[in-house]
């Protein structure tokens, strides 16, 4: 596991989007699985600066959303799949049929899971996650087994109360309960995966998932195991250890 540490927001945004636009350009194709959250909001901005400026292009790649929350409106801003195209998918070259969401709404959200596995295969190129103070990856909240498929699970109530953030019109009982997400399966089966963190309520997280024992009551540490795994964090995420 690589641990790559910037000292700066900028230094930090620029180290992950070189190796992102790097990809691309090594893999046009590229199968990408990414995360909502506060912490890649500058990324994806730089990324739509770099495509507008004709520096990195996902005309080619594929793209899954990472999880969606359950029980929203269907015009709820904060929804996972809203998020990504606020974000980055409106502003990129990306060809809508290539964007992959997991629909919360669907009568049979079993089988939706299941459709989406089968449609990512055998784990993506390149697996972009945050990570939770808890430990979670995406939604796979503490004691996930590793061999997790897609699936509806049930939010920790920590997740509840720190995705108020993500939906600052709703109310607190409004806030979702359940969502769906990318199981531990398919994120360990990735050919590459990065973990985004920044600031200071990251730092023990990090130095539990990155240095602490490995096990499913912290998800983040499986990736301890994984072959090509680099956490990006910046100087306070990274703390002082
Ligand atoms: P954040 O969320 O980027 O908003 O901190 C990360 C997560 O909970 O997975």
């Known amino acids: 596991m690589n641990l790559l540490r910037f000292d700066s927001s900028a230094a930090w945004v620029g180290g992950v989007c070189a190796l992102w636009t790097d990809r691309l350009r090594s893999n046009p194709r590229l199968k990408i699985c990414l995360p909502t959250g506060l912490t890649p909001v500058p990324v994806y901005a730089e990324m739509v600066r770099r495509v507008r400026a004709g520096h990195a292009s996902f005309a080619q790649a594929s793209l899954f959303a990472l999880d969606e929350f359950g029980g929203l409106d269907a015009n709820e801003p904060g929804r996972t799949s809203h998020t990504?195209?606020?974000?980055?998918?409106?502003?990129?070259?990306?060809?809508?049929?290539?964007?992959?969401?997991?629909?919360?709404?669907?009568?049979?959200?079993?089988?939706?899971?299941?459709?989406?596995?089968?449609?990512?295969?055998?784990?993506?190129?390149?697996?972009?996650?945050?990570?939770g103070t808890n430990g979670h990856l995406g939604m796979n909240e503490p004691a996930t087994p590793p061999d997790s498929p897609t699936r509806r699970v049930d939010l920790h109530e920590s997740t509840i109360?720190?995705?108020?953030?993500?939906?600052?019109?709703?109310?607190?009982?409004?806030?979702?309960?359940?969502?769906?997400?990318?199981?531990?399966?398919?994120?360990?089966?990735?050919?590459?995966?990065?973990?985004?963190?920044?600031?200071?309520?990251k730092a023990p997280i990090v130095r539990q998932a990155v240095g602490g024992p490995v096990t499913a009551d912290v998800p983040a540490s499986l990736l301890q195991a994984h072959a090509n795994c680099s956490w990006f964090v910046d100087g306070e995420a990274g703390g002082n250890w």
Do not use: N
């Not at 998918?89 to 089988?111: C, K, S, T, Y």
């Not at 109310?171 to 398919?186: I, M, S």
């Open 161 to 201: 109360q720190a995705s108020a953030r993500y939906f600052p019109t709703l109310a607190e009982r409004d806030l979702p309960r359940w969502g769906l997400t990318v199981g531990l399966k398919q994120i360990l089966a990735s050919r590459e995966v990065w973990v985004l963190a920044t600031g200071s309520a």
């Open 84 to 131: 990504l195209r606020r974000l980055l998918l409106g502003d990129v070259d990306l060809p809508p049929d290539a964007f992959h969401v997991l629909d919360a709404d669907a009568p049979d959200v079993e089988r939706t899971c299941q459709r989406y596995d089968a449609a990512i295969g055998d784990g993506f190129d390149l697996v972009l996650l945050g990570v």
